[in-house]
């Protein structure tokens, strides 16, 4: 099966953005590379490098479970090669967004996520009140198999009013403005692995 070129894979997701703020994508990343990515993720959380997540931002940062429980790693160049890999495809992104939508995005930044089972995310924003740097917000999913009956979906706050559920299938890319899209993540009845990240802009000033 030949691989969708770079700007096959970006132009709709481009179009969504621009037009309703969101978008969604099966199959973004290579099938081989989300296994890979899975596999390093799980292979991280078996040697407890993977730590509880904190809400806030600075000296206010909190392990708060009853608003988010899922256990992260971030990303850093030169790590693993399906990482650079991935993180290569995202820079393509970025590339691609700046060229098409003028966003400015100067760099990215992701981590592993896992969520075990009953674990969720409450409803919030993925900008800070004191920080705008954060413009896209973008998620892969490294799940496979995953079945609806399974829980776990991203639940996007639309703007319109409606919800919309992305679920957590592995290759399935979820991206949407970081300041303008309330989501959250419902609880699963397996565990729930994928990588989470932010497209980012150079700061006009703390607001």
């Known amino acids: 099966?030949?691989?969708p070129r770079p700007q096959?894979?970006?132009?709709?997701?481009?179009?969504?953005l621009a037009s309703q703020g969101w978008s969604q994508r099966a199959l973004f990343a290579p099938e081989v590379l989300t296994r890979e990515l899975a596999a390093e993720c799980r292979t991280r959380a078996r040697n407890g490098e993977l730590n509880a997540a904190s809400v806030g931002r600075g000296g206010a940062q909190q392990i708060q479970e009853g608003i988010r429980g899922d256990r992260i790693q971030w990303l850093e160049p030169g790590q693993?090669?399906?990482?650079?890999?991935?993180?290569?495809?995202?820079?393509?992104?970025?590339q691609a967004l700046n060229q098409e939508l003028f966003?400015?995005?100067?760099?990215?930044?992701?981590?592993?996520?896992?969520?075990?089972?009953g674990a969720f995310y409450r409803r919030h924003l993925d900008r800070f009140r004191d920080d705008d740097r954060r413009a896209v917000s973008a998620v892969l999913y490294l799940n496979d198999s995953w079945q609806a009956e399974q829980g776990g979906a991203l639940r996007l706050y639309l703007n319109d009013?409606?919800?919309?559920?992305?679920?957590?299938?592995?290759?399935?890319?979820?991206?949407?403005?970081?300041?303008?899209m309330p989501h959250e993540v419902l609880p699963a009845t397996r565990e729930r692995l994928s990588l989470t990240g932010w497209f980012r802009r150079r700061g006009d000033a703390l607001l």
Not at 80 to 94: E, T, V, W
Not at 103 to 117: N, R
């Open 103 to 117: 966003l400015g995005l100067e760099d990215y930044e992701c981590h592993f996520a896992c969520y075990e089972p």
């Open 8 to 16: 096959d894979l970006f132009s709709g997701l481009i179009d969504d």
């Open 80 to 94: 693993n090669q399906a990482c650079d890999q991935y993180l290569q495809l995202m820079d393509d992104l970025r």
């Open 1 to 3: 099966m030949t691989e």
């Open 161 to 180: 009013g409606r919800e919309h559920d992305v679920l957590p299938l592995a290759g399935t890319l979820a991206l949407f403005l970081s300041g303008d």
